[in-house]
């Protein structure tokens, strides 16, 4: 008899009933990752530091009938990461997916560039991470029921950049941290721990790169396998896979979904 599980197989993608908390909810991908796990029938807690516009989504949201709340916190702050991850379990009794969408550059060359400025990217891109991942790691390890953690990083991770000694260094961090907390927690907690390394995708910062005509695009498209720049709803499959029991054996990996420009 062949092992592989009918009802297992049908139901391997689903995150119908989990609790999703997403960072950075405002943003151009934490706003369709938090719908897309509503659309996929998750409980979504949304926090940012933008209250006007966490309350935007969640009457979106509850327009179509998804159930989802906010909470405003910096991720950066311990207090504040900790009173999200309260203000999650008070609401929807536990966390069972985190996605750590939110993120920060300002490209400078390094001769330029003042430690401060360097060190609030290098706050808002590796030291949240981890704060962020540390305090919902506790709460799921509480729960005893492991967890699913997804963090975007960026290609960027794994290549340099004029001007981005702060973004490529933090982005690089989070993903070794990540496989260093898959290494703490997976075996342990049943706790998966995975970065996703999205190419440009369209959001307020990075339209300007999307005209066609441009050196910069045409620049991209030299690197760019799959023959265009992204949306963010290009990332909605991978999250929500390693957000399943689809990815039950995958820990610790900074997933390529650059669009093959890690590749070539
Ligand atoms: N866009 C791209 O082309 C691209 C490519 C590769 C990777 N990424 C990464 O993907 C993630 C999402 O990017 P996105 O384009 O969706 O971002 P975005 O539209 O610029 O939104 C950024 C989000 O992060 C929060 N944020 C901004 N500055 C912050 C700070 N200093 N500290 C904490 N939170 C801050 C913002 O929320 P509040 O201001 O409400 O707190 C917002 O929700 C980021 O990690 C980004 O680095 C983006």
């Given at each position: 008899m062949v092992s592989v599980k009918k009802e297992f197989v049908q139901n391997m993608f689903s995150v119908e009933g989990k609790v999703?908390?997403?960072?950075?909810?405002?943003?151009?991908?934490?706003?369709?990752?938090?719908?897309?796990?509503?659309?996929?029938?998750?409980?979504?807690?949304?926090t940012g530091?933008?209250?006007?516009?966490?309350?935007?989504?969640?009457?979106e949201f509850a327009a179509e009938g998804i159930d989802s709340a906010y909470v405003t916190g910096d991720p950066a702050k311990v207090e504040d990461v900790?009173?999200?991850v309260a203000a999650t379990v008070e609401k929807y009794g536990e966390i069972?997916?985190?996605?750590?969408?939110?993120?920060?550059?300002?490209?400078?060359n390094i001769l330029d560039q003042s430690v401060e400025d360097w060190q609030y990217i290098m706050d808002a891109d590796c030291k949240s991470v981890y704060i962020v991942l540390k305090y919902v790691a506790h709460q799921m390890v509480e729960q005893?029921?492991?967890?699913?953690?997804?963090?975007?990083?960026?290609?960027r991770s794994k290549r340099g950049m004029a001007g981005y000694t702060g973004y490529c260094t933090s982005k690089g961090g989070a993903d070794l941290m990540v496989a260093s907390m898959a290494c703490d927690l997976s075996a342990?907690?049943?706790?998966?721990?995975?970065?996703?390394?999205?190419?440009?995708?369209?959001?307020?910062?990075?339209?300007w790169m999307f005209d066609e005509t441009s050196e910069v695009y045409k620049n991209f498209m030299k690197r760019e396998p799959i023959g265009r720049l992204a949306e963010?709803?290009?990332?909605?499959?991978?999250?929500?896979?390693?957000?399943?029991?689809?990815?039950n054996f995958i820990t610790g990996s900074a997933c390529d979904c650059s669009g093959g420009y890690l590749v070539c």
């Open positions: 999703a908390l997403v960072t950075g909810a405002t943003g151009a991908l934490g706003k369709v990752l938090a719908k897309a796990y509503g659309y996929a029938g998750a409980k979504v807690m949304m530091r933008n209250a006007g516009k966490l309350q935007e989504l969640q009457d900790q009173a999200i069972n997916i985190l996605a750590v969408c939110h993120g920060y550059n300002k490209p400078q005893g029921k492991g967890g699913k953690i997804v963090v975007v990083t960026s290609q342990k907690y049943g706790i998966n721990v995975n970065s996703i390394l999205p190419t440009v995708f369209r959001s307020e910062l990075t339209e963010p709803e290009d990332f909605v499959g991978y999250a929500l896979f390693l957000s399943s029991d689809a990815s």
